[in-house]
């Protein structure tokens, strides 16, 4: 049970510092071009080590090339790379209601498309969880604020996410994980540079300390660890990882009171605790499976 479990809420916790490292990291560049200087070092920072280390190959086959141009151009040009670019455009209350659409939509593609039946505790399980974010969100809205170009860039992030869950838990890469998320990185990363100038988020307003702290903890924790974990959980089972995504925007509401010392009302409080209730739902099944007969 742990061993299915540990990951998952790891990928979570990490997951969710994200937005803050990105609130802190767009005091000294623009939003866009942190993306995607995090996305480029990170495949700069890690290439030397496992170029030189025997242990896992490092260079694709031609035949590899595909998935982690496919991957990549989904998962960080695309995904990663529309939500910091909507942050502009959107509230932050808004974002989390596409956040928290996606593993609903990750589910509904899996069932179409990979023909992965829904278990009645997934079901009910997600619902619980989405409502749950719902009411959390409810406290936000006098004060949501969104335009047409953050609708886009919002829907393009939640369909590009669940685009490129469906499709890595299916390709054939004998790439290492470690590997691959290397290459896909930088190469969604390289892809995404143009669009800096496309959108005038070109700019790097302070090389500081703020910068270094925030890149770093984006590239080594955020695009390396976290992004390893997703990988791990989604080719191992696509819905069951979507769940924990119901988890980030709850702690994201704890990292904000935390570090930003951002107001957490009643709605938030009674909302996260119906995202727990949901997971520990959605759970169920699985954890009963792997229980021995009595």
Known sequence: ?????LPGLLFAI??????????????????????????LIT????????LFHKKHRFIPYRHEWRSIVI??????????GSFFAAQKYASAGISMLFTAVTPLLIALLSSMFLKRKLSRFEIVGMLVAFSGLLLA???ALPTVTITITGIVLLTIYMTAYA?????????????????????????????????CWLFNAHHIKHIDVNLMLSLAWLIIMLSFVANLLWLYLIRKDAVSAASWLYLVPVLGYLYGYWLLGEK???YAVIGSMMVIAGLVISKRKEQKLLEPDI
Do not use: C, E
Not at 1 to 5: E, F, G, Q, S, T
């Open 1 to 5: 049970m742990y061993k299915n479990i």
């Open 43 to 50: 495949g700069v920072l890690f290439a030397p080590y496992f």
């Open 163 to 195: 685009l490129s869950s469906m499709y890595i838990s299916v390709a054939k890469v004998q790439l290492h994980n470690m590997v691959f998320n290397v290459w896909q990185v930088f190469v969604g990363g390289l892809i995404l540079l143009p669009f």
């Open 137 to 139: 969100a409810v406290s």
């Open 264 to 266: 957490v009302t009643l």
């Open 14 to 39: 990490l997951w969710a510092t994200g937005a803050i490292a990105a609130k802190f990291g767009i005091r000294s560049a623009d939003a866009l071009m942190l993306a995607s200087l995090r996305f």
């Open 71 to 80: 991957y990549g151009v989904l998962n960080t040009t695309l995904t990663l």
